[in-house]
């Protein structure tokens, strides 16, 4: 009977203004802060809170026996120590209980890996520090972006010093195997890879409150079953934690389902490992090759959902182009700026993905439609573009005057 390792993203994008919307006195930001304030009140609200309080509140009744971990990206961090203390609290409270590990990601959410090795290390090296800083942990497994993952970054992260890293059980690269075992990839030695068991994971994330699915309605004690006729030794259910209340509504009966499963599958003689509990416990005796980038996202588990159509290679393209020239100004603030502009989600909200995919991609959209994210993303980069080329000029003919 496998263990069970349950992982959350936790993260919120910044969303852009229009750039005939941005204060002519203020160019300093183009991000749409009156939006961001409100979806983040809300996701706080319906999610954060109350998910914080659920689970703080099944720790400490489960004496140890109930654990998971989640990943906070930098993003997420700056806008909760801005605009909610008090959210960021009850993270801490939770991390503080010992049952809650917190794993490494991109500081900015962003796809650096495809770019930039240089600038991916930063963002990580980045992430480590804030979480150190605010939660006083040093993580041990690294997850990027999405998921997004190859032979290469699993190599990367190994020379960074990770014991593990997360990956999509991609069931064209796994050709008949099964996910639910801890792997190894190719030319590494000691990291170890922990694959998303994508079916049981999109029971919870996606299926659950679909009257028509097969499955429905799923208890507590059903879906542990489920996992309990599971193969292997370790089945790792990672989900975005705004399913929690936020995208499966508190009416659905989210709430009381994650009440309920620890007990259930207490009853199935099933057990909670975190990440590096499942990387310690297991031995690595298979390999995943994964040659080519893949993620946890759209049906394809590829970059599509981010790089699938001409307005996304351009947008992503925009940014990339100007590396060197905020690298040589090395201006904090202006490689923020820049940094902030890599955050995937400005690219997924371009897809123009259709059918189920295509609804989804929708759904999370906050502009009307993906030419306009395309067009109010492209506007402003051109702008910050510009400043960073002036920039360089004066800086030049400082160089020339001395």
């Not at 922990?194 to 429905?216: A, E």
């Not at 991609?361 to 080329?389: D, L, T």
């Amino acid at each position: 009977m496998p263990d069970v390792c349950l992982y959350f993203q936790v993260h919120q994008p910044l969303r852009l203004l229009p750039f005939e919307a941005i204060p002519a006195a203020d160019l300093s930001h183009y991000e749409n802060e009156e939006q961001n304030l409100e979806i983040l009140n809300r996701v706080c609200d319906q999610c954060y809170l109350p998910a914080n309080a659920m689970f703080l509140e099944i720790v400490k009744n489960n004496h140890g026996r109930f654990c998971f971990s989640m990943s906070l990206s930098g993003v997420l961090i700056e806008q909760l120590e801005r605009w909610r203390p008090d959210v960021l609290e009850s993270f801490k409270e939770l991390v503080a209980t010992g049952c809650v590990e917190l794993l490494a990601e991109t500081y900015y959410h962003s796809l650096a890996f495809v770019h930039s090795n240089k600038e991916f290390d930063r963002q990580i090296d980045m992430h480590l520090e804030k979480v150190q800083d605010v939660f006083r942990v040093r993580p041990r497994v690294f997850r990027n972006t999405e998921l997004v993952y190859n032979d290469a970054i699993a190599a990367t992260a190994e020379t960074m010093g990770f014991d593990g890293i997360l990956a999509e059980g991609v069931d064209w690269q796994l050709k008949g195997k099964s996910p639910n075992y801890v792997y190894r990839a190719p030319e590494t030695a000691r990291i170890k890879t922990l694959l998303r068991n994508h079916t049981l994971s999109d029971d919870l994330g996606f299926r659950f409150s679909d009257s028509k699915w097969g499955g429905y309605p799923l208890t507590a004690e059903k879906f542990s079953k489920w996992l309990g006729a599971s193969q292997g030794d370790v089945v790792n259910l990672f989900l975005d934690y705004e399913v929690i209340g936020e995208h499966q509504k508190s009416d659905t009966g989210i709430f009381e389902f994650w009440h309920e499963l620890p007990k259930a599958m207490e009853a199935q003689g099933l057990q909670w490992v975190t990440p590096t509990d499942a990387v310690h416990l297991y031995r690595a005796a298979r390999e995943y090759h994964c040659q080519y980038l893949t993620s946890w996202a759209d049906q394809e588990r590829d970059l599509s959902a981010w790089l699938g159509n001409d307005d996304q290679q351009a947008a992503i393209e925009m940014i990339h182009q100007l590396e060197k020239d905020v690298v040589a100004l090395d201006d904090a603030f202006l490689t923020d700026l820049w940094a902030k502009f890599q955050t995937s989600d400005h690219y997924y909200w371009m897809a123009t993905k259709q059918g189920t995919d295509g609804k989804i991609h929708e759904y999370f959209n906050p502009y009307e439609n993906p030419q306009q994210a395309f067009a109010i993303f492209s506007n402003a980069v051109a702008h910050f573009k510009s400043r960073v080329k002036m920039l360089r000029a004066s800086s030049a003919k400082a160089v020339l005057a001395s």
